[in-house]
Nanobody, 114 residues
Framework: QQQLVESGGGLVQPGGSLRLSCIGS????????FEWYRQAPGKEREFVVG????????NYTDSVKGRFTISRDQTKNTVYLQMNSLKPEDTAVYYC???????WGQGTQVTVSS
């Protein structure tokens, strides 16, 4: 069974940091590119960062450039999203995705508030 499981969300103050994790299973992790999306309350899901095809450099949406970084650990079948200098407008449910498999995780909530 192919599966993605996100974790690492939580409540953080503006200016703080969080690192999200996405563990993949049921497929050959090292063959695929990953993406992160987010969905804020009342808004459509939006692309945050990713490289849908392995080997390509990641693309970042403008609002997170210089603050968010995607990385991966092949030995742990895990993709990370390091989020720094968080802002209230980063509040959303964050999802990881493997576009080539049309596979989504269940999401993890990030709330940025004082």
């Amino acid at each position: 069974q192919q599966q993605l499981v996100e974790s690492g969300g939580g409540l953080v103050q503006p200016g703080g940091s969080l690192r999200l994790s996405c563990i993949g299973s049921g497929f050959t992790f090292k063959l695929y590119g990953f993406e992160w999306y987010r969905q804020a309350p009342g808004k459509e899901r939006e692309f945050v960062v990713g490289n849908p095809h392995l080997g390509e450099p990641p693309n970042y949406t403008d609002s997170v450039k210089g603050r968010f970084t995607i990385s991966r650990d092949q030995t742990k079948n895990t993709v990370y999203l390091q989020m720094n200098s968080l802002k209230p407008e980063d509040t959303a449910v964050y999802y990881c995705k493997v576009a080539a498999l049309r596979l989504w995780g269940q999401g993890t909530q990030v709330t940025v508030s004082s």
